[in-house]
């Protein structure tokens, strides 16, 4: 192939709590929201040789844009099941009995490590399933559809 696409896909998320005080020392803390930020940035490269503007240079690029929309797609079909993993670890990791003030910063550490597990889990399977779906993409008949779709055009 005379193209590339490069994609670098990131999780990250902001978590909220709620801490309610039920005596003097004692306080129950629970996730009051879990934000998450699925970032994806694909870079698509194309050869120097392709000059902008040819039927290659089109066809190239458009055989690039579907691993582009391969990744939207697939982030796209996981968001509810990365928000229902979330939303269950949250709802786990909430402390049940009230714990002394002095334990809140290790409660609320605990919690984010279950959410951050939780999430990259997710990322995952993501990933996996997009690195399967990529390699569909580049099957043997895409290759030869590429090679021979600009037949005036001269290979470089």
Avoid: W
């Avoid at 003097?24 to 902008?52: F, G, Q």
């Amino acid at each position: 192939m005379e193209g590339l696409t490069d994609s670098d896909i990131k999780m990250a998320y902001e978590t909220n709590f709620t801490a309610s005080g039920v005596s003097r020392d004692r306080m129950c803390v629970a996730v009051k929201s879990v934000s998450i930020t699925i970032t994806y940035k694909p870079t698509v490269y194309i050869s120097s040789n392709i000059p902008p503007n040819t039927c290659r240079f089109d066809v190239t690029q458009q055989h690039e844009m579907k691993h582009v929309n391969a990744g939207i797609n697939t982030i796209n079909e996981f968001i509810p099941d990365i928000k229902l993993a979330a939303a269950q670890a949250a709802q786990h990791a909430q402390t049940v009995n009230p714990i002394s003030e002095s334990n809140i910063d290790n409660i609320r550490d605990s919690i984010g490590e279950q959410l951050e597990q939780a999430i990259n889990e997710q990322n995952d399977i993501l990933e996996k399933t997009l690195r399967t779906r990529q390699r569909k993409i580049d099957s043997r008949f895409e290759y030869i559809r590429v090679s021979h779709a600009c037949p005036d055009e001269e290979r470089q």
